[in-house]
Nanobody
Framework: VQLQASGGGLVQSGGSLRLSCAAS????????MAWYRQAPGKRRELVAR???????DYADSVKGRFTISRDNAKNTLSLQMNSLKPEDTAVYYC??????????WGQGTQVTVSS
């Protein structure tokens, strides 16, 4: 499975962006699909994830502003980001954990929020 993330860019504070992640192969019953981000000089952190069974987790810093969704028919994962803040600036990565616990990562897409 290869993951291709897109949708990043430069946006002003308060603006919105929608990230998409397309999977080239079909992942059967993944344990989880998620978005992570990594800001310069910081560790990669979980932003949002959909766990097998449908439950969704968000980082406290993005709750109420970001929405993760999955389209099984199109094999895509999305992240709608609203009310963006400068501290949301980071490279965003999509992630998929297979039913066997293997992690797959996309190449990352840059999100920059100007103040």
């Amino acid at each position: 499975v290869q993951l291709q993330a897109s949708g990043g860019g430069l946006v002003q504070s308060g603006g919105s962006l929608r990230l998409s992640c397309a999977a080239s192969g079909r992942m059967v019953s993944p344990r989880a699909m998620a978005w992570y981000r990594q800001a310069p000089g910081k560790r990669r952190e979980l932003v949002a994830r959909i766990i097998s069974g449908g439950s969704i987790d968000y980082a406290d810093s993005v709750k109420g502003r970001f929405t993760i969704s999955r389209d099984n028919a199109k094999n895509t994962l999305s992240l709608q980001m609203n009310s963006l803040k400068p501290e949301d600036t980071a490279v965003y990565y999509c992630n998929c954990v297979s039913q066997f616990g293997v992690n797959f990562w996309g190449q990352g897409t840059q999100v920059t929020v100007s103040s």
